[in-house]
């Protein structure tokens, strides 16, 4: 298995008998092994004993059987999600000592059940609650871009971004509170896709804030996560590789909030790509949306997420709060600032954004923007003495793909720029429920930037 080879070229060599899945297995959880790579870093634990369900598979083809669409396709999972008989920690210490999941979580339950093999649970910004991907208690692997400085890769899905783009997984499993499949998809040079929130289940899942958490893939390609995230709703993973021609797609461009202080790599890269969809045809419409620049006044006591965030925690921090990292801590406690009232304006102010959005979404596919704002810095450049450089490249790195949690949308973050080139993502967002419809026009931007990322 090569890094970032799509799931489907897998299940076709998998399928051919060219490849098995245990020889699939090997190589991921070689990778993971690697003292020279990102597995100690991107791993919390490995599922030694997956080598069982990776032998089941191919003996299950050897003797003639026809194997589920996932068959033997290692996944990584991350340490939000249950999985049974091992502790959810969500990337933190405070929880280490809790119980071991009696159950999957339903969404682990069901790639399993699509025959996908758990090579292991990735590391994550501690509760997910940051779009950088630091985590102060189990190290933070690096963006797969100039290793030698050291970069974030995003956060907070970071582990099971760089498993994906280091050929350690197939695909993986994380979650969307503001971003955090997308950010770390863009930072890793791979795709993510965060779906509309009450598609997936998400029990069994540690939350952060309930209105904004979503489950989703991330994968090497769109085709990649559209499969995935059908597992994840229900469905089978039989899903269409066609697209509608370019000539029928319209995009609304975002600029306003989501086109300020752009790091010039991305500025640069945005309007490559823009051109790339331009010359293959798809019609580009910039559109103001002049009310998103209301968001960070809506949100500046913390929004919906510190306020459902000290929900759950604050038993927790009473008792532990000075073992979690104090950068999270702080952020999480904010919350307790939020009273009733104003939780009710923040979602008072979130219906009104939904229903513009609607309006202006009107005769398009898809609203376009970068994904995030920056390319990754250097993991160096944070530090305890500073957090007032934490938080504005936190709120950097979130604020573009925060826009479509707060809109209750669909979103996905795909490769703008060849890899090895300062990673920047471009995003598409569509409207609630729209899934297969932003997935389809997925498909047209990702052929349409091969000019770019080739």
């Not at 038993?315 to 990292?325: E, V």
């Not at 702080?330 to 307790?336: H, L, M, S, T």
Request: aromatic content about 4%; glycine content about 10%.
């Amino acid at each position: 298995m090569n890094p970032r080879t799509p799931i489907r070229a897998l299940a076709a060599e998998l399928a051919a008998g060219t490849l098995t899945a245990r020889a699939l297995l090997d190589a991921c959880v070689g990778r993971i092994d690697d003292p020279s790579g990102e597995g100690a870093r991107a791993f919390l634990t490995v599922d030694r004993a997956a080598t069982a369900a990776a032998d089941a598979i191919d003996a299950f083809r050897a003797a003639g059987g026809t194997p589920t669409p996932l068959a033997g396709l290692p996944i990584a999972v991350k340490d939000l999600f249950d999985v049974a008989g091992q502790t959810t920690t969500a990337g933190s210490v405070v929880l280490a000592d809790r119980p071991a999941a009696v159950r999957d979580a339903p969404v682990v339950a069901r790639v399993r059940a699509a025959g996908a093999v758990v090579v292991g649970r990735t590391n994550m910004t501690e509760f997910a609650y940051s779009g950088l991907g630091l985590n102060a208690h189990y190290d933070t692997p690096t963006s797969p871009w100039d290793r030698a400085t050291g970069r974030i890769p995003g956060g907070s899905s970071s582990g099971s971004a760089v498993a994906v783009a280091d050929g350690m997984a197939a695909v993986a499993l994380g979650t969307d509170t503001g971003g955090s499949c997308r950010i770390p998809a863009a930072f890793c040079g791979i795709t993510g896709y965060k779906p509309t929130a009450s598609r997936i289940p998400r029990q069994g899942v540690v939350p952060l804030a309930q209105s904004l958490d979503s489950v989703g893939p991330l994968g090497p390609t769109v085709d990649c996560c559209a499969i995935i995230d059908d597992i994840l709703a229900g469905g089978t993973g039989d899903v269409s590789q066609g697209a509608p021609p370019p000539d029928r797609l319209r995009l609304a461009v975002l600029g306003d909030l989501v086109t300020d202080d752009l790091d010039a790599e991305v500025a640069a890269a945005h309007e490559a790509a823009l051109s790339a969809l331009s010359a293959a045809g798809i019609e580009l419409v910039e559109v103001p949306f002049p009310e998103l620049l209301e968001l960070p006044t809506i949100n500046r006591a913390g929004g919906l997420a510190a306020a459902e965030a000290y929900a759950w925690h604050r038993s927790l921090l009473a008792d532990d709060g000075d073992r979690y990292d104090q950068r999270i801590r702080v952020r999480i406690a904010a919350g307790a600032e939020i009273g009733a009232a104003d939780y009710l304006d923040v979602l008072a102010a979130r219906d009104r954004l939904i229903a513009t959005a609607a309006d202006r979404l009107v005769g398009f596919d898809a609203f376009v923007l970068p994904s995030v704002a920056i390319v990754p810095p250097p993991i160096g450049a944070f530090s305890d003495d500073d957090p007032a450089h934490y938080s504005r490249l936190n709120l950097l790195a979130l604020r573009n793909t925060s826009v479509g949690n707060f809109l209750d949308t669909c979103a996905i973050s795909m490769p703008a720029t060849p890899e090895g080139a300062a990673p920047v993502g471009l995003m598409l967002m569509g409207r609630p429920n729209g899934d297969q419809e932003l997935l389809a026009a997925a498909r047209t931007v990702e052929a349409a930037l091969g000019a770019v990322t080739a």
